[in-house]
């Protein structure tokens, strides 16, 4: 079993290389849930959203999150609201976008968590409504929150991201409730033949995750059979804040950063052609390193990528790999 600790669009884009080069029942994806948020009512998980309607070829290819073909009335609409909102009301926010057909899956979230289901449970009815053949598992079923420190404020991860469009300094970072909630499924790293850390946000993707109870020493008993993928290629990130939050919380924002983030849980990094020059001060901090083409936005580049990535482990997945 391959196992792959996953955040949005990055994470997502590997898992559709990965499901061409391996048979989607032997792959899990565990996904980060420190970026949900509630709005409108609605239970809304970004990322298990992301890397389920990426596998499912529903995604919209420019925008990288959302449904493709989508449209924004009900969004519209709420427009008419804001003259009568009262100044200290939340009420119909138009800041985080939720397209027409995307708020059927919220609609369905939100309905199911209200009568008792998990999030584990009600994630993999969805992804089997989309047709999906991965295991896709929330990092753990209870309430985790990220939460962005600032100069002045402290807000949660999306109104970062989303609404300030992640373009103020940060000062920190917390996962709120992490210290008291359960990871999903501790037999899951335990007997992954492979351990993939996606090339997602190395602190508000995986960190939440690593801030499990328990993961963080699991990780580093698996740190032989483990390989993470830098999201970082000549020194920024391909989408998101990665490099910037990066610089500001003290980390170097190159792959020689990433490997010492990561040296403790993994034993080999694998780093864009673009930094091939950065080999031997990544393998100083103490880790293996390969250099390929990590920019998947190209075509093909994401099963080659994921073959790479799962053969440069010792058991290779579990697999027969024939050349």
């Known amino acids: ?94 800041w985080f976008n939720l397209g027409d057909t995307d708020l059927a899956t919220h609609f369905y979230r939100t309905a199911r968590l209200r009568e008792g289901a998990t999030l584990q449970e009600v994630t993999d009815e969805i992804r089997h409504a989309f047709g999906v053949g991965i295991s896709v598992l929330p990092m753990t079923n209870d309430s985790v929150r990220t939460m962005v420190h600032l100069e002045k404020e402290t807000v949660p991860f999306q109104e970062y991201f989303v609404r300030l469009q992640h373009s103020v300094p940060v000062t920190g970072v917390d996962f709120v409730g992490a210290s008291t909630a359960t990871f999903i499924d501790e037999s899951v790293l335990k007997n992954a033949d492979s351990i993939v850390i996606a090339p997602s946000n190395p602190i508000v993707s995986i960190g939440p995750i690593r ?43 190159t792959v020689v950063g990433v490997a010492r ?23 100083r901090e103490g880790v293996k390193c390969i250099a390929t083409d990590t920019i998947m936005s190209r075509d093909g580049v994401a099963a080659v990528l994921a073959q790479i990535t799962v053969r440069s482990t010792p058991r290779k997945g579990g697999l027969q790999w024939h050349d």
């Open 211 to 253: 801030a499990l109870p328990g993961v963080e020493a699991l990780l580093r008993s698996r740190r032989n059979d483990t390989v993470a993928i830098s999201p970082i290629v000549a020194g920024a990130a391909l989408k998101g804040p990665a490099d910037r939050m990066l610089v500001e919380l003290g980390h170097e924002p």
């Open 1 to 94: 079993m391959i196992v792959v600790l996953a955040g949005g669009v990055g994470a997502a884009r590997f898992l559709s290389g990965l499901v061409q080069v391996v048979d989607p029942s032997h792959i899990t994806a565990v996904v980060n849930t420190g970026d949900d948020t509630e709005l409108h009512g609605l239970s809304i998980s970004p990322d298990i959203d992301t890397v389920t309607y990426t596998l499912a070829n529903a995604i919209d290819p420019e925008r990288g999150w959302g449904l493709r073909n989508e449209t924004w009335r009900a969004m519209e609409s709420l427009a008419r609201f804001e003259g009568v909102r009262p100044i200290d009301s939340q009420a119909a926010p138009r």
């Open 261 to 283: 983030m990561y040296a403790d849980i993994c034993s080999t990094l694998i780093i864009d052609t673009q930094d091939e020059h950065l080999v031997s001060a990544v393998e």
